[in-house]
């Protein structure tokens, strides 16, 4: 069984940054894909940025390329989102998830364990 666990969330002005972390506990986190998702108020949850295993592909949704960058950290079972350059449209519960074969997709379906949340507000 593998437990994630986003922090990192919080308030912050337009333009202002914010690192999310996902601490993952269970299994072997270096055999994992990981992927940042994200939920708005009223709308679906949509996919952020993945990254496979052991750091291979990355790849990231057309908004956040620029601005945020995925990695991880396999000695330390633990995955980052640096959020920088926020805009309004970036608030939303931000999800980390665990895909346990590696893809590392864009597809909510090929992930199979989720933590449950991290809020980000950006102020404009």
């Known amino acids: 069984q593998v437990q994630l666990v986003e922090s990192g969330g919080g308030l912050v002005q337009a333009g202002g940054s914010l690192r999310l972390s996902c601490a993952a506990s269970g299994g072997t986190f270096s055999n994992y894909a990981m992927g940042w998702f994200r939920q708005g108020s009223g709308t679906g949850r949509e996919f952020v940025a993945a990254i496979q295993r052991f750091g291979g592909r990355i790849s990231y949704t057309e908004s956040a390329k620029g601005r945020f960058t995925i990695s991880r950290d396999n000695a330390k079972n633990t995955a980052y989102l640096q959020m920088n350059s926020l805009k309004p449209e970036d608030t939303a519960v931000y999800y980390c998830?665990?895909?346990?074969w590696g893809r590392g997709t864009a597809l909510l379906e090929d992930y199979n364990y989720w933590g449950q949340g991290t809020q980000v507000t950006v102020s404009s």
């Open positions: 998830a665990a895909d346990l």
